[in-house]
């Protein structure tokens, strides 16, 4: 099975936005519980945002709430995650997974999100 692919990373500086794409041409997203995490070299993998296969449930990690936006489109099989007032702590690889039913997967620790995409770096220069 394909993974799925993050793209919509970059050089921005603080204060701006991006938005991360996922998609998987072979894996159709419609019945996943989706997230997006993150990770610095060295650090642990950090969640960032998770949503209901549905799209009707969100979550954020504290550091984000108000200022990210996790979203899908079921119908085009994709994933978002708009990022505004970026700052330099949100530096990081940002990776999308996805949650297959039962849904039994911890957005928390990823532990049990069964499809996880290579990254797209996302840099935030002061």
């Known amino acids: 099975v394909e993974s799925p692919v993050e793209s919509g990373g970059g050089l921005v500086q603080a204060g701006g936005s991006l938005r991360l794409s996922c998609t998987a041409s072979?894996?159709?997203?419609?019945?996943?519980?989706l997230a997006w995490f993150r990770k610095v070299p060295g650090n642990d993998r950090e969640a960032v945002a998770c949503?209901?296969?549905?799209?009707?449930?969100?979550h954020y990690v504290d550091s984000v709430q108000g200022r990210f936006t996790i979203s899908r489109d079921n119908g085009k099989n994709m994933l978002y995650l708009q990022m505004n007032d970026l700052k330099p702590e949100d530096t990081a690889m940002y990776y999308c997974?996805?949650?297959?039913?039962?849904?039994?997967?911890?957005?928390?620790?990823?532990?049990?999100?069964?499809?996880w995409g290579q990254g797209t770096q996302v840099t935030v220069s002061a």
């Open positions: 997974a996805a949650d297959p039913p039962p849904h039994s997967g911890s957005w928390v620790t990823g532990v049990g999100f069964a499809y």
């Open positions: 072979r894996l159709s997203l419609d019945d996943f519980a």
């Open positions: 949503i209901s296969f549905t799209g009707r449930s969100t």
